[in-house]
């Protein structure tokens, strides 16, 4: 469990929201919180609003100021009012606040751990395995992850989204009937306009083999704001499914909750991705709060990822014996639903790789020796063959 480095005093209920307006220049009014245009356009991205916000460690203090050309900072208000003032260990705060340990380059550390550019067939578009493609669609997000595996592409402005690619990345999916499954991503997709995410979509339904459309989304927990019926009413529309990102049980707030039921309600399929970060949620206490918590918002937790190898991101990463145990801690002790999968992404372009604990003592002459939850080794005989 995390541990508290200071003292926390008690935050007034909607005290720190005037807090986080005041530092904005702003007076709190509900109905400009509440809209995600207001969000997006009065982002944290300053180091001296982070000093007004926080009680700003020696490290965060050189993370912000040495952050000018590398990963960007920007955190949505609403987002900004979660961060524990006082606390440094706060799994929310160590996600967005960039430390002085993010200019510390390992050997093994990579700028495109996945290989996408390796296997980018038009502009924005990665094709690696046989039947599904993944878009990346735009370059912005709510909020910039310090562990972003996209941080080569993310906030720099290049992804001019979509401008002059859209033509190109749709023939591409026409020419190709083997493509049944299209993952738009980015950057964060629910970030385009409802009626640019319309059209977006619509182009790629119009392609007659596309089965399935998914994106790729943090958004529900940076800026739930977004989730408006409208949005809804498109995502609908179009059939898609969300995979959306969390990563510890203190993004589930009140908000939160009301934006997945919206999208639940409407029978957007949900699943969600936890990345696991040293310090932030590698604990099976905190990992059994998200899952459950998920669950309880109808959002089925399907992989756990070890965190890629991206450049300056070694402090916040665990060993695989970490994921492993954990994930030993979590199977058997709680529902199946509450256990995603959990796999490294293989570095240079490998994909996706499930990792086990050994559950298979031997397997001999048809005979399986099996180890359940709890050590206990049973047997099972193949069928005899007839
Ligand atoms: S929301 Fe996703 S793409 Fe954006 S910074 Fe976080 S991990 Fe990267």
Redesign the pocket.
Same mark, same amino acid.
């Given at each position: 469990m995390k541990e508290t480095t200071a003292p926390v005093e008690p935050l007034i209920a909607g005290a720190r929201r005037h807090e986080v307006c005041q530092i904005l220049g702003e007076t709190y009014d509900p109905a400009r919180w509440n809209d995600w245009r207001w969000q997006m356009r009065h982002r944290l991205t300053k180091p001296d609003q982070f000093e007004q916000l926080l009680r700003l460690t020696p490290s965060e203090r050189r993370g912000l100021a040495m952050c000018h050309g590398k +990963?960007a900072v920007a955190v949505t208000p609403y987002l900004a009012e979660l961060l524990d003032p006082y606390d440094p260990s706060c799994p929310l705060r160590m996600q967005v606040v960039p430390r002085e340990e993010e200019a510390i380059v390992s050997p093994t550390d990579m700028v495109d751990p996945c290989g996408e550019e390796h296997d980018s067939v038009v502009p924005g578009l990665v094709h690696r395995y046989p039947d599904r493609v993944l878009l990346l669609a735009i370059d912005t997000?709510? =909020? %910039?992850?310090r %562990?972003?595996?996209?941080?080569r +592409?993310? =906030?720099h402005g290049e992804l001019d989204p979509l401008a002059g690619r859209l033509d190109a990345i749709v023939a591409y999916l026409q020419a190709h009937p083997e493509v049944r499954d299209v993952l738009v991503? !980015? !950057?964060?997709p629910l970030l385009f306009s409802d009626e640019k995410l319309d059209e977006l979509l619509g182009r790629i339904r119009a392609v007659p083999h596309v089965e399935m459309v998914r994106l790729?989304?943090?958004?529900p927990a940076?800026l739930p704001q977004r989730i408006t019926p409208e949005l809804v009413a498109v995502l609908r529309r179009h059939r898609v499914w969300l995979s959306l990102?969390f990563s510890n049980a203190a993004e589930l707030t009140e908000d939160v909750a009301e934006a997945c039921d919206r999208l639940a309600d409407a029978g957007i399929p949900l699943g969600s991705q936890t990345?696991l970060l040293r310090g932030i949620n590698d604990s099976v206490p905190e990992l059994k709060a998200l899952f459950h918590g998920l669950l309880k918002l109808r959002v089925r937790p399907y992989y756990l990822y070890q965190c890629d190898p991206v450049v300056g991101t070694s402090h916040l990463r665990t060993t695989v014996a970490k994921g492993l145990e954990l994930i030993a801690g979590l199977r058997g002790h709680t529902s199946g639903y509450a256990v995603p999968t959990y796999v490294i992404d293989a570095p240079g372009g490998g994909g996706k790789v499930p990792l086990h604990p050994q559950t298979t003592v031997s397997y001999e002459h048809g005979t399986v020796t099996l180890r359940n939850w709890e050590g206990g080794e049973y047997t099972y005989l193949d069928p005899v063959a007839v």
């Open positions: +990963l997000c709510a =909020a %910039y992850c %562990y972003c595996t996209r941080s +592409l993310v =906030a991503s !980015g !950057g964060d790729g989304s943090r958004v940076f990102h990345v």
